[in-house]
Nanobody, 134 residues
């Protein structure tokens, strides 16, 4: 059974930075797609960033995908324990949301848009709140 636990959320001023972490445990994580989604107040859950699975150990050259709204400001990464990170820079009030870590048992998709579909993900963390003040 895969378990995902997020941490690192908090309150930050616009222009500031935060780093989210997702501790992952379970078998087969190195071959899973892992990603971040967020859900703002009154909004639907939306894709933020994702990394493809690897045929080797975690953190060995997986491909990265980003939502247009965060591209250039956020960076997703994974270490060799399969912990997932999201470095968020130049934060804006519209980034305020609960951020979720998720894992998909599939290693990868041929179309990048498939990474953005929350319905494809099999495991979810409990979420961590990020609040950006103006």
């Amino acid at each position: 059974q895969v378990q995902l636990v997020e941490s690192g959320g908090g309150l930050v001023q616009a222009g500031g930075s935060l780093r989210l972490s997702c501790a992952a445990s379970g078998a087969g994580l190195n071959s899973f797609i892992m990603g971040w989604f967020r859900q703002g107040p009154g909004l639907e859950r939306e894709f933020v960033a994702a990394m493809s699975g690897s045929g080797f150990h975690c953190g060995s050259g997986e491909r990265q995908y980003y939502a247009e709204s965060v591209n250039g400001r956020f960076a997703i990464s994974k270490d060799d324990t399969c912990a997932l990170y999201l470095q968020m820079n130049d934060l804006k009030p519209e980034d305020t949301a609960v951020y979720y870590c998720a894992a998909d048992r599939t290693r990868g998709y041929s179309t990048p848009t498939s990474y953005t579909d929350a319905r494809r993900y099999d495991y979810w963390g409990q979420g961590t709140q990020v609040t950006v003040s103006s």
